[in-house]
C-alpha cells in the first residue's frame, strides 16, 4: 500500500548547525507535501509544504526540497534553535480529497 | 483565530467500555478529519467529513468506531467497546476545503489509554 517513511527516527545536531531530515513516498501520484512539527502533548504544527509542480520552496529558516525521479523530499533547518526540538513528520496527497499520509516521523534533539 | 478544540484532553478507561471525543473545528471550516496516532507513529486518517457528509471512512473500524458531524460543525468520534490497542492520540484536523486550498490545522488532541 502507500507508505511515506522517514529515513532516521532521530537526528541529534549542535544549537547553530543545520539540520536536514528526510523523507521518501511510494505514490507517485502524490502531488502536495507537508512538513509538521510536532511537540510533546500538542497536535502537528504545520511548517512549509510543497506542489508537486516545484522542485524546492523556503520559508523562513527553512527548506523543503522535493526529487519526485526518486520520489524523495527533505526539510532543511537552517541554524537550528532548541526550540526547534521536537517530532518532524512528512505527510504526503494524492488527488483533490486531501487526505494525508504520514511517515513516523524524526525525532530532532538540538544540543546546547 | 481561534484553533480546532478538542475535549477531553485525557481519557482513560477500561477494556470494554465506551468513550467519545469531542472536536469543534475553526469556524467556516467545511472538511474535519479524525486521526489515530499510536505512540512513535504518525497520525493515520480515520474519517473525513465534508460537512456533514462522510468522504472517507475507509480505515475507521466500523465495528466499534463511529463518528458524526451534526449540522456540519462540531463532530464526535466514540469507540464502543474498546481495546487495548485503541490507546493512542486521536487528533482532529480540519480544512476550508477539500481539494486545492489545504490549510490543515490540528487540534492538540485527547490522549486515550485503554487499561
Known amino acids: 500500500g502507500e507508505s511515506v517513511g522517514l529515513h532516521l527516527p532521530t537526528l541529534s545536531v549542535q544549537e547553530g548547525d543545520n539540520s536536514i531530515i528526510n523523507c521518501a513516498y511510494s505514490n507517485s501520484a502524490s502531488d502536495y507535501f507537508i512538513w509538521y512539527k510536532q511537540e510533546s502533548g500538542k497536535g502537528p504544527q504545520f511548517i512549509i509544504d510543497?506542489?508537486?509542480?516545484?522542485d524546492k520552496r523556503q520559508g523562513q529558516r527553512v527548506t523543503v526540497l522535493l526529487n519526485k525521479t526518486v520520489k524523495h523530499l527533505s526539510l532543511q533547518i537552517a541554524a537550528t534553535q532548541p526550540g526547534d526540538s521536537a517530532v518532524y513528520f512528512c505527510?504526503?496527497?494524492?488527488?483533490?480529497?486531501?487526505?494525508?499520509?504520514f511517515g513516523a516521523g524524526t525525532r530532532l534533539a538540538v544540543h546546547p | 483565530e481561534a484553533g480546532v478544540a478538542q475535549s477531553p484532553r485525557y481519557k482513560i478507561i477500561e477494556k470494554r467500555q465506551s468513550v467519545a471525543f469531542w472536536c469543534n473545528p475553526i469556524s467556516g471550516h467545511a472538511t474535519l478529519y479524525w486521526y489515530q496516532q499510536i505512540l512513535g507513529q504518525g497520525p493515520k486518517l480515520l474519517i473525513q467529513f465534508q460537512n456533514n457528509g462522510v468522504v472517507d471512512d475507509s480505515q475507521l473500524p466500523k465495528d466499534r468506531f463511529s463518528a458524526e458531524r451534526l449540522k456540519g460543525v462540531d463532530s464526535t468520534l466514540k469507540i464502543q467497546p474498546a481495546k487495548l490497542e485503541d490507546s493512542a492520540v486521536y487528533l482532529c484536523?480540519?480544512?476550508?476545503?477539500?481539494?486545492?486550498?489545504?490549510?490543515?490545522?490540528f487540534g492538540s488532541g485527547t490522549r486515550l489509554t485503554v487499561v
Open positions: 484536523a480540519s480544512s476550508l476545503s477539500a481539494g486545492g486550498n489545504y490549510g490543515y490545522t
Open positions: 505527510a504526503a496527497a494524492s488527488g483533490g480529497y486531501n487526505k494525508l499520509i
Open positions: 510543497i506542489r508537486s509542480n516545484m
